[in-house]
């Protein structure tokens, strides 16, 4: 088996059918795999619909929603290939994109994640991989200077805005809708932290393999769709929550505790910041989709707030 293409899915019942039956047309290339649905307690007909239109995936139904690394981790324990690719919903696979990664993760022996060319709807890039957090990269985005500066090596580090993902390149976090992850390197890592409910799980991960001395890549060699609006959107409000706690978690697993809590701070500006504009524009321009940010920034303004029940001794 050479990949096992495992799907997370909650309630994207009509995204995950689209991204299923991209994958099908890898059927006919020389790339043997397997594909494994772990559905998070979906409600939507999503487990129906897979096993009516794509019998032949390996389908795992949870009673409840486990989150994404815990449901990822579920695919992992009975995943045979020597690859194993974490792949969004809300994905479409274009013109061989597996197999390409594939050959790519072959030639490039010492490397653990893989990822590629990202695009939107309308075939524009989607900018993918970013380096690790830190301090000034959390101080850099919260201050809008990476799109003040988009085209600065410096003020854009974090998300590299002045990169157009267009050569191969070693990268600090490979973006988790399209994760292709040597198996050897999990076996040595481990799968990922469970602790992560959704967010900061592939940045952790990839963290843990460049700490055992793996390399992260990009190749634009291959290209996906990305459409957005799978499960993360259906959190509403809860999104910045969950985002603010994985990424808390995050900084105080890996960063000494008086740095985590800069970091802390870090995320609290960001919203601080944030804030003034969601409102001037709500107020100008009231309705769609400013009045949700507004809604998920105020929420996680509270939550960052209230910070101390994040702090991990």
Not at 199 to 206: F, G, K, N, P, V
Not at 279 to 293: C, S
Request: positive net charge.
């Amino acid at each position: 088996m050479d990949v096992s293409i495992i799907i997370v899915n909650w309630n994207t019942r009509c995204l995950l059918a689209q991204c299923l039956g991209s994958v099908a047309i890898e059927m006919s290339s020389r790339v043997r795999f397997e594909v494994i649905v772990v559905d998070n307690a979906s409600t939507d007909g999503s487990c129906e619909m897979v096993r009516r239109e794509f019998p032949d995936v390996k389908l795992i139904v949870n009673s409840e929603n486990r989150g994404f690394a815990a449901a990822n981790n579920q695919a992992l324990a009975v995943a045979q290939g020597r690859y194993v690719l974490l792949l969004n919903s809300d994905t479409i696979v274009l013109d061989r994109a597996i197999e390409k990664t594939i050959a790519f993760a072959d030639r490039y022996l010492d490397t653990a994640v893989i990822g590629c060319r990202v695009l939107n709807q309308d075939r524009s890039l989607q900018s993918t991989c970013f380096m690790f957090p830190s301090l000034l990269n959390w101080f850099l985005h919260a201050t809008y200077l990476y799109q003040l500066f988009p085209r600065s090596r410096f003020f854009g580090r974090e998300r590299m805005t002045w990169w157009a993902r267009n050569d191969v390149r070693e990268v600090d976090v490979v973006t988790g809708c399209y994760m292709l992850v040597r198996r050897d390197a999990i076996d040595q890592v481990g799968p990922l932290d469970e602790r992560f409910f959704m967010y900061a799980e592939e940045t952790d991960w990839c963290l843990r393999f460049v700490a055992k001395g793996w390399k992260n890549r990009f190749t634009p060699e291959a290209e996906i769709i990305h459409l957005g609006g799978g499960s993360a959107p259906k959190l509403g409000s809860n999104r910045a929550r969950v985002s603010n706690r994985s990424f808390v978690r995050y900084m105080f697993k890996h960063w000494s505790r008086s740095r985590a809590i800069a970091g802390v701070i870090m995320l609290t500006l960001f919203y601080l910041l944030r804030l003034p504009l969601l409102v001037t524009k709500r107020m100008v321009w009231p309705g769609g989709e400013d009045d949700r940010l507004l809604e998920n920034h105020w929420a996680g303004l509270i939550d960052m707030l209230n910070y101390r029940r994040h702090l991990i001794s």
